[in-house]
């Protein structure tokens, strides 16, 4: 992905499955580290109940990637947001890495604190945030929380919550081919057709400037696009029905391919009356 620089208005994004590569290629380390260009990097593991051992695979795993400059920061609790030794962490830092956990516990103790404050300050000045399993989930407005893996959604069994809003209009779920989250994502798009529900792969990323993002990493990103659906069973069946929706459009992305979130579209597709015509012509 081309390295805009200065000309950004914000920093990028780096939504990531979860299960990234830390031995290998690290193709998505590596995108990390490049646009750090050599910064500090602040690695957040609050999303853990048990923090110990995250930092010093992280540090490996960063070590020959040009990232010299990594600390931790951990909150036990929110109380803690306010203890300006915390807040100084995140002083000089070219980027934030949030690691997996339960997402609720990111947005619960950083919400609404001067962490989080910072944290969009960073961003906003052109800083890098990431995040990994948990850590991309939260960067919703709205976050999936809980909801059954590997079977048709059930009306009733799905569980979201704010984020922290750091990406607008999507709903995002992590280790998705997987753990064959299909069902809850569908689901999430049926309570908020308005939003794109964005489903990633494990060792896969998005990374996101402005309303566009490209995909890296070796498995795939899946958009579910409700807006067109023309019926849905979400509000009137009972809880433990299984869902319907007619219409609804899926896009399945791989490393390489690009989206363009405001018009809800790949970035490059082929033109539509282009492709009709050749098929009228095959017909003749």
Known sequence: MADHG???SKGL????GGGEDREGERVILREVARHLNGGKLVLATVASHQPEGYFEVYQKAFADLGIEDLVELYVEDRAETLD??????????????????DQLRISSQVGDTPIEQRVREIHESGGVIAGT???????SETMLVKGTSGESHKIGDLHMAPGLGLVRNVIIDQHFAERGRFGRLFGAVAHNPRELGIGIDEDTALVLEDDRFEVIGSGCV??????????????????????????IRLHVL?????FDLAKRRPAVVPDVRTSHAI???AAE
Do not use: C, Q, W
């Not at 994004?13 to 990531?16: G, N, R």
């Not at 300006?84 to 956990?101: H, I, N, Q, W, Y």
């Not at 409700?226 to 809880?239: D, L, Q």
């Open 222 to 247: 899946y958009v579910a696009d409700g807006a067109g659906v023309t019926h849905s069973n979400i509000a009137e069946a009972r809880p433990e029905r299984a869902l319907s929706m007619y219409d």
């Open 84 to 101: 300006p030794e915390k807040l100084r962490l995140l002083d000089g830092a070219a980027g934030v890495f949030f690691s997996g956990g």
């Open 133 to 139: 399993s948990a850590g991309a989930s939260m960067m």
């Open 279 to 281: 098929e009228a012509r």
């Open 13 to 16: 994004l780096i939504i990531i």
């Open 254 to 258: 791989s490393s390489g391919d690009s």
């Open 6 to 8: 200065s000309k950004r």
